[in-house]
């Protein structure tokens, strides 16, 4: 089984930043593109950021020069480093990863972090 588990959220002032990080477990042969989607309650998940294998990243643009995406692919780990937050950054912020069980680049399954929860207090 595969898992993403999120960690890094919390509750932030105006102006403050946040590192969220997700970590993919379990047996797979690799990891296509990863992203960061985010919603709050009544509003469909939007898009935040995302990578892919070779590293090439987009970003909504509401979080261009504010938001960063990485990834560590040796860890099977991608990074949501978040910059002069805004309290309308509040949301539940999600893990997204496409990743194949061989080594057809096509033949990938989608999986979801379970979520975390990012407060931006004014």
């Known amino acids: 089984q595969v898992h993403l588990v999120e960690s890094g959220g919390g509750l932030v002032q105006a102006g403050g930043s946040l590192r969220l990080s997700c970590a993919a477990s379990?047996?797979?042969?690799?990891?296509?593109?990863m992203r960061w989607y985010r919603q709050v309650p009544a509003k469909q998940r939007e898009l935040v950021a995302g990578?892919?294998?070779?590293?090439?990243?987009n970003y909504a643009d509401s979080m261009k020069g504010r938001f960063t995406i990485s990834r560590d692919s040796a860890k099977n780990t991608v990074y949501l480093q978040m910059n002069s937050l805004k309290p309308e950054d509040t949301a539940v912020y999600y893990c997204?990863?496409?990743?194949?069980?061989?080594?057809?680049?096509?033949?990938?399954?989608?999986?979801w972090g379970q979520g975390t929860q990012v407060t931006v207090s004014s």
């Open positions: 379990g047996t797979f042969f690799g990891i296509n593109g």
């Open positions: 990578i892919t294998s070779a590293g090439a990243t």
């Open positions: 997204y990863a496409a990743i194949r069980p061989s080594s057809d680049y096509l033949a990938a399954y989608e999986y």
